[in-house]
């Protein structure tokens, strides 16, 4: 996948990620002769959308008076309170049929403000609107528990990782851009039906491997839980295991672009991370270790995991 040398951030031997091809799209595509025609009289080009993404070095696109706002463009695009996460939490809240995802999006948009810090514009919150935003924070952190990171759409996604690495080149997504939109839901799911990779006929026949143990917690915890034993003795006693690691951050690291602030009632403005509580509270990512067997084996996997359990006491897992 081709980018301009401006935007190549990584070895070009590295895997086209989703953002490359969403940089593709805009510079190199149908879209940008659409983006051209549509904008060039008001000064703005594809190159000044795709920075947005994925910062130029060195380069002040968007000053106006003598101030930066690249800062609150791209916050608007990717921060702790963009407008993508804003976007997909209430519409997946809506298709899952859960109420984990809902949050005050009009009041909180209602409260956004720029704020100016030398010499360039950030993203900034009024201190009335903070439970709206906290209430944004924590559906996310819900939906990522309860939804995202559920056990049934975690293991039907490695099955599915399975499968596309074991096609090989019977099914590889497009170089070409324009190529690359074509491929939707329903190729990948024909793709499947006509396969008969064994991934693939466990995913048509919605055939899931049974959970047989999984351990949550915060990432530091898992320093004294292993499965890895656990998953190992399984293999070593012809069961034929599968073991998901997964997590979900609520909040990111500190960032100077990606910064939040706050104005408060007697209007100073301080970072948002250090206003609310919750940057604290949830800074270690949510944990998922699980352990899971084919239906056939779930009765064997049972019986062992009892006496591995009653070995090693092991009171700190769920067993399913």
Known sequence: LQLPEAFCHSSAQQQATHEDYTLKLILDSSLTQALQQQFADQGIEPKHVASLIRPLPAQKLFTHNQLDYTPILQQIISSQCDADRMDYLRRDSFFAGVDYGKFDADWLMHNVVPIQKEGAVYLGILGRALFAFEDFLLSRYHMFSAVYLHHTPVLFGELL???????????????????????????????????????????????????????????????????????????????????????????????????????????????????TPLYQRYKHPACFQRIYVPMDQKRNANKILAAWKQKYSMKSYASV
């Open 161 to 275: 990782r399975r499968c596309f690495c074991s096609l090989g080149d019977s099914f590889a997504l497009p170089a070409d851009v324009e190529g690359y939109l074509s491929i939707d839901d329903i190729t990948v799911w024909n793709t499947l039906r006509t396969s008969l990779n064994p991934w693939a006929r466990l995913i048509v026949q919605r055939r899931p491997y049974h959970l047989l143990i999984e351990h949550r917690g915060k990432k530091q915890q898992h320093d004294d839980v292993d499965l890895q034993h656990l998953h190992a003795h399984l293999v070593q006693q012809e069961l034929e295991p599968v073991m998901i690691d997964s997590q979900s951050t609520l909040v990111q690291s500190r960032a100077t672009t990606n910064e939040l602030y706050v104005l408060t009632a007697t209007g100073t403005t301080m970072p948002l991370q250090d206003y």
